[in-house]
């Protein structure tokens, strides 16, 4: 059974759309000083190949590698019910040795 060549380029919509969110918390930042990497909220079926290419063509950095984890929505109680939180795609963005991506506006 052979399955059909991935194609490897990606339209700009699609990888527009990849990246849903940085997180922006006290772990990303000391994470991100001391490994240079970033952390992004990305859609559930977005693969390592695709945030690579949308994080290099959204920031203009150089990507090293990227690391994925899913993370279950937590059970949680409102009020006399139970519900759960949204399942969460997160993706650990190492930058090559001299990239930076600055998130607050300012000039580099």
């Known amino acids: 059974m052979s399955r059909a060549p991935i194609s490897r380029t990606f339209t700009e919509g699609r990888l527009a759309q990849v990246l849903v969110a940085p997180i922006i918390s006290e772990k990303a930042t000391s994470i991100g000083e001391k490994h240079n990497q970033v952390l992004f909220k ?20 150089e990507v090293e590698s990227v690391q994925v984890l899913n993370q279950k929505g937590k059970t ?17 963005v190492s930058l090559k040795a001299g990239q930076e991506l600055n998130f607050s506006g300012e000039a580099a």
């Open 76 to 92: 949680k109680r409102f009020g006399g019910r139970t519900g759960r939180r949204d399942h969460l795609r997160k993706a650990y």
């Open 42 to 61: 990305v859609l559930q079926d977005a693969t390592k190949i695709e945030i690579k290419a949308a994080v290099e063509l959204m920031f203009k950095v």
